[in-house]
């Protein structure tokens, strides 16, 4: 009977610890065999590993880092899931600047991962997003907003952001990341209230002269229809006046000769007076009353 406790407890202690070294490397990470004993005490080199592995509790331990897209936002409210203060601040030229909420997507490459763990000891993404990446982001938005004054950072923020995912693609490819997306989700906040008084005066400045303008191309929209209206009418009224006078110089034409027109010319010009005398076929005249 204790021979059977013997074997059962060695069988169930194999079990567990079968159980307990025994990991599964998904499809959407990457995982290293980390050897904590024995000649390879180093991380020198890490070869990836998938699937079902074993190690043996105590002697190795599995790292595994996600492949999948990461998504962050550092804003100054809660947004997006992001803690509020997260903001990130940068100055321009003459040494004004903005606060910017900053949207940032990233994966990490498959083959180049194990420099990843090899650089930071860790495979929590999220302890290496808020520690390295952001000072990453910011120091390339600091590099450009640096060379920019106030006025061309809010007038081309287009370029800006364009320019910062460049330089962050080329910087991370480096470091074993795929920079997906950077943007800046609002419209930056400058962080001296003096230079927000001023930026809106400027604002609503340059409003009202493209109000003023809008108007005046209006006013001009409609003079011209005006006038346009009037052409229009002076030609109507000299093509209706020639149409007349065609037709009058037809009817004039038509009749001048004509035994009709002599008649009519007659018509008009007799007072309505009957003839009192009359001529014989010898040429003499004799009343008729």
Not at 7 to 32: D, M, Q, R
Not at 162 to 170: F, G, K, M, Q, Y
Not at 236 to 251: G, Q, Y
Request: charged letters at 20%; proline letters at 4%; one cysteine or more.
């Amino acid at each position: 009977m204790k021979n059977y406790i013997v074997t059962g407890s060695i069988l169930l202690l194999i079990f567990i610890i079968l159980i307990a070294g025994c990991h599964k490397i998904s499809p959407t990470e990457v995982g290293f065999k980390i050897n904590s004993s024995g000649d390879y005490r180093g991380i020198d080199s890490l070869p990836v590993i998938t699937g079902y592995n074993f190690v043996f509790p105590g002697f190795a331990y599995i790292v595994t880092i996600p492949t999948t897209q990461q998504h962050v936002v550092w804003s100054e409210g809660a947004n997006e899931g992001s803690e509020p203060g997260q903001e990130i601040t940068v100055s321009c030229l003459g040494g004004a600047g903005f606060k910017m909420d900053v949207g940032f997507n990233y994966r990490v490459d498959p083959y180049k991962a194990s420099k990843i763990y090899l650089k930071y000891r860790t495979g929590d993404l999220n302890r290496i997003t808020e520690t390295y990446l952001r000072n990453v982001v910011r120091g390339a938005m600091q590099d450009l907003s640096g060379t920019m004054t106030v006025d061309s950072v809010l007038n081309n923020l287009p370029y800006y952001e364009h320019t910062v995912a460049s330089n962050l693609t080329d910087r991370l490819s480096k470091e074993g990341f795929i920079v997906d997306n950077f943007n800046i989700t609002k419209q930056p906040i400058p962080s001296d209230a003096n230079l927000a008084n001023s930026i809106n005066a400027k604002i609503k400045a340059k409003q009202d002269a493209e109000t003023s303008k809008m108007q005046l191309q209006q006013s001009i929209a409609e003079a011209n229809k005006l006038v346009a209206s009037a052409r229009g009418d002076s030609a109507s009224k000299v093509i209706n006046a020639l149409a007349d006078a065609e037709v009058i110089k037809v009817k004039q034409a038509a009749l001048t000769n004509s035994p009709q027109y002599i008649e009519l010319i007659k018509a008009e010009k007799w007072d309505g007076k009957l003839p009192v005398y009359m001529t014989n076929g010898g040429g003499s005249l004799f009343n008729i009353k």
